[in-house]
C-alpha cells in the first residue's frame, strides 16, 4: 500500500513539474499534466490534494473545468491566445531559418489546441454574484 502511494505521488510531482512548464511552452499542454496532478495527488495524500486543489492556478484554470466540465470563455481566451503567441513566435523564428518540418508540426499542434478548446471544452457562463437588496 505504501509503494503504491509512493508511486502516485512520484508520479503527481511529475505531472505537476510537467505542467508548470507548459506555461511557458506551448507545446506542452498544461490543462491535462494538472488533471493528471490532481488524480495522482488524490490517491497519494489527501494532504497534497487539499494543498493543490488550494493553489490560485488551479482556481484559475482548473476548477471550473473539474466542477462543471467546461471552462468560462475568458479562461479559453486566455489559453488560446498565450498558446497562439508563443507558438507563433518559434514558427517564425523557425521559417526564417527555413526549418519547414518542426514548422508543420507546431502548426499541427496549434490546430489541434485550437479545435479542442473550440469544440472539446464546453463554454460556460460566468455566474452573476447578485447583490442583497436592503
Known amino acids: 500500500m505504501r509503494i503504491k502511494r509512493l508511486i502516485f505521488l512520484i508520479l503527481g510531482c511529475i505531472c505537476l513539474a510537467l505542467g508548470c512548464i507548459g506555461i511557458a511552452l506551448p507545446v506542452l499542454p498544461t490543462v491535462p499534466f494538472f488533471l493528471a496532478t490532481v488524480f495522482f495527488f488524490a490517491n497519494s495524500s489527501p494532504r497534497l490534494h487539499n494543498w493543490f486543489v488550494g493553489t490560485k492556478m488551479y482556481k484559475k484554470h482548473l476548477e471550473s473545468y473539474v466542477n462543471k466540465r467546461g471552462m468560462l470563455m475568458k479562461t479559453k481566451l486566455t489559453i488560446v491566445l498565450s ?28 490546430l ?12 460556460i457562463k460566468e455566474e452573476k454574484k447578485q447583490i442583497p437588496v436592503a
Not at 83 to 110: D, E, Q
Not at 112 to 123: L, P, R
Open 83 to 110: 498558446v497562439t503567441l508563443l507558438m507563433g513566435i518559434g514558427f517564425f523564428m523557425m521559417l526564417r531559418k527555413a526549418i519547414y518540418v518542426p514548422c508543420i508540426i507546431l502548426a499541427v499542434v496549434w
Open 112 to 123: 489541434c489546441h485550437i479545435i479542442y478548446f473550440t469544440f472539446g471544452v464546453k463554454t
